[in-house]
T-cell receptor, first 114, second 113 residues
Framework: DQQVKQNSPSLSVQEGRISILNCDYTNSMFDYFLWYKKYPAEGPTFLISISSIKDKNEDGRFTVFLNKSAKHLSLHIVPSQPGDSAVYFCAANPSGEYGNKLVFGAGTILRVKS | NAGVTQTPKFQVLKTGQSMTLQCAQDMNHNSMYWYRQDPGMGLRLIYY???????DKGEVPNGYNVSRLNKREFSLRLESAAPSQTSVYFC????????????FGQGTRLTVV
């Protein structure tokens, strides 16, 4: 039973357009959410995070939105660039957990076409 | 600045063989983790060490053991490898405080035949 779900295995977007990656979660104890980016043959790298006390966090071209009532978060990349092509993992941390006992989604492969 | 270093990068084992995956971090982090990544499953936590001298089971600990050798090093051991343990293994580390991002190593691709 996956507690963090990324229902789109892949997404293809034209360069310069917006990429929207979605993530749903089922555990109401999650209170911190992160997005990781992963290139082939490399480890995941942290991209952006959001605490449950916020509904939006922005960092350059990347914005994460959190809808707690719907248990849904999304990552927006604007404008998308070919270098953004990678696997994106959504992750959640249960409240009260020190460090990062993260629960990951299955990932979404993003392809940005030039 | 190496960050998190894992060895080896690739390994092929026969069923029943044993091996140890090594992980070291140079960021003075307190907490370390071992994850495995399988297609369609995301990353799943095998074991973690909240601080030097402590280890705890994660979501999928069966068939594995760990050792937190010191603050820098956290090893993962497969005593008797099984084909179901074919996966990509990632080590990660964090500061001990709540809600901080994890830094990952490059991964070890393990195949058990």
């Amino acid at each position: 039973d996956q507690q963090v779900k990324q229902n789109s295995p892949s997404l293809s977007v034209q360069e310069g357009r917006i990429s929207i990656l979605n993530c749903d979660y089922t555990n109401s104890m999650f209170d911190y959410f992160l997005w990781y980016k992963k290139y082939p043959a490399e480890g995941p790298t942290f991209l952006i995070s959001i605490s449950s006390i916020k509904d939006k966090n922005e960092d350059g071209r990347f914005t994460v939105f959190l809808n707690k009532s719907a248990k849904h978060l999304s990552l927006h990349i604007v404008p998308s660039q070919p270098g953004d092509s990678a696997v994106y993992f959504c992750a959640a941390n249960p409240s009260g957990e020190y460090g990062n006992k993260l629960v990951f989604g299955a990932g979404t492969i993003l392809r940005v076409k030039s | 600045n190496a960050g998190v270093t894992q060895t080896p990068k690739f390994q092929v084992l026969k069923t029943g063989q044993s091996m140890t995956l090594q992980c070291a971090q140079d960021m003075n982090h307190n907490s370390m983790y071992w994850y495995r990544q399988d297609p369609g499953m995301g990353l799943r936590l095998i074991y973690y060490s909240a601080s030097e001298g402590t280890t705890d089971k994660g979501e999928v600990p069966n068939g594995y053991n760990v050792s937190r050798l010191n603050k820098r090093e956290f090893s993962l051991r497969l005593e008797s490898a099984a084909p179901s343990q074919t996966s990509v293994y990632f080590c990660a580390s964090t500061r001990q405080e709540m809600n901080t991002e994890a830094f990952f190593g490059q991964g070890t691709r393990l195949t058990v035949v």
